[in-house]
């Protein structure tokens, strides 16, 4: 479908529905169709073109519904859109259509014993706002909570804040199920319980319109958020991995940041020298006593000390210096770097991120999160700032970090399966197939779907007929 | 002292001391002098004739005060009892003397967020009782929580339910500081933290008087108990381990129970077929729907299913057929019977755990529990039950575990040493030497005691002036 056409069946679809929320004028369009994936130089000019014809925003799933039948009858493509906090242009459309902005669904449902219910488009800490005051917290979230909604941490996060105890989003347990909206002339509503769930997470929103959520929650603790400098980057290493590896020793969060990166961050580097390296942790008020014993140990030295309820009063936590934050300030410090995303090996990370710091020297320096993978090994994940020079160098530096046997997942590539090995599950392909069987949602996101005709795909993913 | 000896002395302290709470009858003072060591055919021989000249009972710090002067001056051994839960013989007194019934110090002292500090002798389900209502709840306690004391805990338990999150007690962040009385002619109270504080656990009670520790808790949950049985006991490995190994799925305890073993519940071996295979879980609430999938995968039936807190009211949790409850369970139908302490690989623990199970047949019968080790990393011990012939097919046993580098707890010994591995830290010994410089803590049970002159003692292995 090429411009024009799309032009006349918008203008059709907006005669139909004249009451919806409706944003038209191009340069506000063209804001709302980007999220972070500025953060890639390569990206930013591979997307650069690239935006929505219109914003809609559904106050009810009424008027969502009448949308979606109405896109199918045209068939004009569909994008969601949450907090736009992405670094993978996630969110941006590749054929035009209509951005669906989700942040009209914005309640918190239901709130049981460790279990939360909310819509797709809720922020993340409006949901701790609900849940706090019952002892109950999110078990993972980006950096970006403030802003990012649920829909997009569960259509394109990861994980991030809380890893370290309960693993990826995806890891059995922490997703409870959906409410899914099909992308059909009669769009039906599917309530789809865990495992088969996870089948629309992290397809950047391209196999099923999730309106609701329903996740496991964490207990919530007295946190304390500590910033501690090291003149040793091993050093600092031992420290947060010692940490990290203690199970008396109850955290929430624990990344490490080598010089220059803590000289980047302008509200806190006046506590420390530039050349100094960090760890940030978030720990439990009762396992901070061992803290001090700890440091001496790794010759480090507190720097910053916040309680995490005042943190979040002043809008001042130090996890937001964390996950793709730390990425940010760099990069307003520094528009030259960029970055990666990889995964050490869990038998083996320690030895691993000594020896890729040593070998790149200044052009990456390690940005290093500690987590439990899948499989509840401690283990951990970099998010490396790069010295940019050309996309060929970048992709030189990524195919180096997998000859050590560091997997990355490539934050420069738009392609579902390029961020993940070149890899989909045909399931996943599957739900599209079930759920949007004429393939509108931000058609070209899925590359599975332009060769499904190859794979063997099942009629019934989500076991619906089961039920 | 010979037995004649410390008679007189005792007379001379009964005589000066004649309000405290005695204990003299030898049938009496004989009973109180044992603890579970019976589980093992080699200590029931080895201590049969070991036991207290008398039983004191103090009522307060000052009561226990003066019988500790008292012993001093006359040079007589003191003997710590808490709930007498023990498997080890940990409490029986080698070379007679006084033994010290500390269940008289059961008092909560402080509760805060995520800590609690409690007299030694206090029953750990007791501290639960006062926690619970507060959120939380210990970390890890024995099977035996409802009679253990903490006291006991503290001198002779690892860890238990709870390990799977936490680690053994000794892990960094567990125990937070103890207070603790010196045998001295003067007896001094001092308040030690951790780190140093863990130096007098696990030492049995034999390198100070510990009054006091203050422990930090977990958050609680709402529990549900289930028994799942398997025909295979491969399957029921994997879905154990696939339990253990999810960071999404919330437990505080995970054990496996190869056949015959569930058949010797005689509570609950209506449930399921002799030949089966067992897994119990203690599964937060809002985990446990991700169960039925699993056991599905993995072959396996639900037999068993409780909330927690009604089995608590009943007394009938599932819990208490765990750890060292298993063994006793089985005792009580199979006197025959006695059981291993083991240790797997974390690498690589569960193709051992298949190996042993092939290796030996019915002759070592697996019992599983999953944990964490010190370093974070999930594993298995082992609690497996043995039919006992000879004490050198015993040996012979341990010594075939240990050539398939399976690390062995050995519960057949009673030297503190001998429990681990033969090996002592010296510091343990510079606390006694500190504390207890007579060696009146029941002597005979600290090898490294009488061969102090050879180790390089540390005068302050408590750091003790540095406050």
Known sequence: ?????????????????????????????????????????????????????????????????????????????????????????????????????????????????????????????????????????????????????????????????????????????????????????????????????????????????????????????????????????????????????????????????????????????GHYRASQHAVISVIAQESEGLCAGLLMKHRGHGAVRQAADEAREANASLMEYCWNHTTLHALKVDSSLTYLQTAFDPANYRRQIIAMAALFGDEVISHIEFLRDNDGNITASGLQLVRYSTAERLNEIMQIFRDHDVKINNPHVFHIEDGKQGEIKPEVVSVKQCLDPNGLMNPGKLRGWDVRDTLALDNDPLLLTDR
């Not at 169709?33 to 929505?52: G, I, M, N, T, Y």
């Open 1 to 269: 479908m090429d411009s024009e056409q799309r032009k006349r069946a918008l203008a059709l679809i907006q005669q139909a529905l004249p009451d919806l929320e409706w944003t038209l004028q191009a340069p506000k369009v063209k804001r709302l169709s980007r999220d972070f994936h500025w953060f890639s130089p390569v990206l930013k000019q591979q997307l650069e073109h690239k935006q929505a014809d219109a914003v809609v925003r559904p106050r009810s799933e009424e008027e969502l519904k009448v949308l979606v039948k109405a896109c199918v009858q045209h068939r004009l493509p569909l994008i969601l859109r949450g907090g736009a906090t992405g670094n993978y242009g996630q969110l941006v459309p590749l054929q035009g259509g209509i951005l669906v902005d989700m942040t009209g669904f914005n309640q918190v449902l239901q709130l049981g014993e460790g279990v939360v219910r909310a819509q797709a488009g809720i922020r993340l800490a409006d949901i701790e706002t609900v849940t706090r005051p019952a002892g109950w917290e999110l078990r993972c979230m980006p950096s970006t909570y403030r802003l990012a909604s649920l829909g997009g941490l569960y259509g394109g996060g990861f994980g991030g804040i809380g890893s370290i105890n309960y693993g990826p989003l995806a890891a059995p347990g922490n997703v409870l199920g959906i409410k899914v909206m099909t992308m059909e002339a009669e769009p039906r509503i599917l309530e789809v319980p865990a495992p088969q769930a996870l089948l629309l997470h992290h397809a950047y929103g391209s196999n099923g319109i999730v309106l609701e959520v329903e996740l496991a929650l964490a207990p919530t603790h007295r946190w304390v958020e500590r910033l501690d400098v090291f003149d040793d980057f091993t050093d600092a290493l031992d420290y947060a991995n010692a940490f990290a590896r203690s199970p008396g020793l109850v955290k929430r969060q624990l990344a490490l940041l080598a010089a220059p990166i803590p000289s980047y961050f302008s509200h806190l580097n």
